[in-house]
């Protein structure tokens, strides 16, 4: 144990993350954008589908969804390490860790205001 996991607080230690989480962070933020990025066009697709004709097979929505839940797994798989070891990685690398699911919580929310603000 450390000293600062003693009772009455002590100065706390910093965690130094293992050897290469910076880079697994850096890959998992990459493909959570990357698949954010491809679940636009299937939406798009997918809503002009919906307004335009009276047809109910619509295979793009279903697609985008796909693409945005796989996206928000890489997201959270890169927020974890990145909120563990915080005070032990780079401010780029805590930024790019982080900023994923950020923008996830930001879309959501606004989706969530949107229609009370009507």
């Known amino acids: 144990m450390d000293a600062g996991s003693e009772g009455g607080g002590g100065a706390t230690t910093v965690r130094t993350p293992p050897f290469g989480t910076g880079r697994r962070i850096?890959?998992?933020a990459i493909w959570a954008v990357s698949l954010f990025t491809a679940a636009i066009p299937p939406a798009v697709v997918g809503?002009?589908?919906?307004?335009a004709t009276d047809d109910q097979v619509n295979v793009a929505m279903p697609l985008a969804l796909l693409f945005w839940v796989l996206?928000?797994?890489?997201?959270l798989w890169a927020a974890v390490p990145t909120l563990r070891y915080w005070?032990?990685?780079?401010?780029q690398t805590?930024?790019?860790g982080s900023?994923?699911?950020?923008?996830?919580?930001?879309?959501?929310?606004?989706?969530l205001l949107v229609?009370?603000?009507r």
Do not use: C
């Open 87 to 91: 005070d032990g990685l780079p401010a």
């Open 115 to 117: 229609p009370l603000l």
């Open 26 to 28: 850096r890959t998992r």
């Open 47 to 51: 809503l002009g589908i919906a307004t």
């Open 94 to 96: 805590r930024w790019l």
């Open 71 to 75: 996206g928000f797994l890489f997201a």
């Open 99 to 111: 900023l994923p699911l950020l923008s996830v919580s930001l879309f959501l929310s606004i989706a």
